[in-house]
């Protein structure tokens, strides 16, 4: 990547030494023991136990993988620098190989990955002074570097979900989409139930706003299920409603009544159907004595 957009001191190796000498991870007497002449160290002729051999060892491995990565970020190897800070890190978190990680992730243009970072180191030493003011500083720098992408969706009353490389945009205090996003390639996705699916590459320069129009839409399939489905509960909901059963028994006994006194009108000897005569007499029983 290009140098000369950042000031020297977030560029060059010097950077990186000067972090340790205001945090003092060079110094051994932070990271080992020191031991006296009679062979004990401070702890031990104080009467305090000494850290257990696991933690030390710990704290060596640590020690030792900030080491390796002061000599890749010497060399500008500075992805295998990054990696040898982090793994640094998980053994023992220090401020200053936080510092030293954000300080490549800015080497590799991962500005936005940075500022994430410093701004969680602010977050997790308030009262360290000197770290806020460094923080700040390589905050300004690499959030100069990166480029906003905001994004306008229409019908605006579509319940949609944008994402940024994977990553769901959190609306801000308004309802806006706006996020910001490193310099290069992205892709661009927008879901919203009953509307088609959108997705667009994109691509950021250093600095640069985006406005991204998007116009969704309608679903026309996903439309015509929904009717469908309504129409399916809307007669399941009618079958199960007894007073639809009520209704329906009312109209049957009726149309039996009727067929039975319609074939008596005659007065005349039976000449009928005995199934209409036994549905009229199921429908009208004998009194009996």
């Known amino acids: 990547m290009a140098l000369g957009r950042f000031p020297n001191h977030v560029l060059t190796f010097a950077s990186a030494l000067s972090l340790l000498a205001v945090f003092g991870v060079g110094s051994a007497s932070v990271l080992a023991q020191q031991v006296n002449p009679e062979g004990s160290t401070p702890k031990q002729a104080a009467g305090v136990p000494s850290s257990p051999p696991a933690a030390v060892e710990q704290m060596d491995q640590a020690r030792e993988l900030f080491m390796r990565g002061i000599e890749l970020a010497d060399q500008e190897q500075w992805l295998r620098a990054l990696e040898s800070f982090e793994a640094s890190s998980a053994l023992v978190p220090r401020v200053s190989t936080q510092f030293n990680i954000a300080n490549a992730l800015i ?8 500022v994430d970072l410093l701004e969680r180191i602010k977050s997790e030493n308030t009262q360290d002074l000197p770290a806020i003011e460094q923080a700040n500083a390589l905050i300004q720098e690499a959030s100069a570097n990166l480029a906003t992408v905001a994004i ?28 910001t996003v ?27 706003y985006i406005v991204l129009p998007i116009n969704l839409h309608p679903d026309l399939n996903y439309l015509r299920e929904q009717r469908e ?16 059963w009520t209704v329906a028994g009312v109209l049957v006994a009726g149309v039996v009544i009727t067929v ?18 036994l549905t009229g007499l199921r429908s009208n029983p004998l009194v009996r004595f």
Not at 159 to 177: H, K, M, N, R, S
Not at 184 to 208: K, N, P
Request: charged share 20%; glycine share 14%; net charge negative.
């Open 107 to 114: 080497h590799l243009a991962r500005f936005k990955s940075a």
């Open 152 to 179: 306008d969706i229409h019908p605006p009353q579509a319940a949609a979900t944008a994402f940024i490389d994977g990553v769901v945009i959190e609306p801000g205090d308004a309802g806006q989409l706006h996020e």
């Open 182 to 208: 490193d310099p290069g390639s992205h892709l661009i996705r927008v879901d919203a139930t009953g509307y088609q699916g959108f997705s667009r590459g994109i691509t950021a320069h250093i600095g640069q």
């Open 229 to 244: 489905k309504e129409q399916q509960e809307n007669r399941t909901s009618l079958m199960r409603n007894p007073w639809f």
């Open 260 to 277: 039975v006194a319609t074939s008596s009108d005659d007065g005349g000897s039976y000449g009928g159907d005995t199934g209409t005569v």
